[in-house]
């Protein structure tokens, strides 16, 4: 079955650094363009990054832009989220979604919490 397991997360003072990762299986990865979602307490889910199916394409939401860089691997079926100058406004659950267009499935990891705190 599809799985989408995220990890990585935990506690960090301001101004350091985390790295997320989000395994996949039971998909093909390398056809899907992936991205990280978070979501504060009382607030929406937002984008904070996406990766197109060949790694080539990055996108980032403005307040993570020159902190947060998306990666991946298709050879191990991981995507990642290097997160440095963390801010407490970053605290979120954080969560993996791989999509591939309007005719497929996408899929949600089970999300990942960061909390950012001293």
């Known amino acids: 079955q599809v799985q989408l397991v995220e990890s990585g997360g935990g506690l960090v003072q301001p101004g350091g650094s985390l790295r997320l990762s989000c395994a996949a299986s039971g998909f093909t990865f390398s056809s899907y363009a992936m991205s990280w979602y978070r979501q504060a307490p009382g607030k929406e889910r937002e984008l904070v990054a996406g990766i197109d199916s060949a790694g080539g394409s990055t996108n980032y939401a403005d307040s993570v832009k020159g902190r947060f860089t998306i990666s991946r691997d298709n050879a191990k079926n991981t995507v990642y989220l290097q997160m440095n100058s963390l801010k407490p406004e970053d605290a979120a659950v954080y969560y993996c979604?791989?999509?591939?267009?309007?005719?497929?499935?996408?899929?949600w990891g089970q999300g990942t919490q960061v909390t950012v705190s001293s």
């Open positions: 979604y791989a999509d591939r267009g309007s005719y497929y499935v996408s899929f």
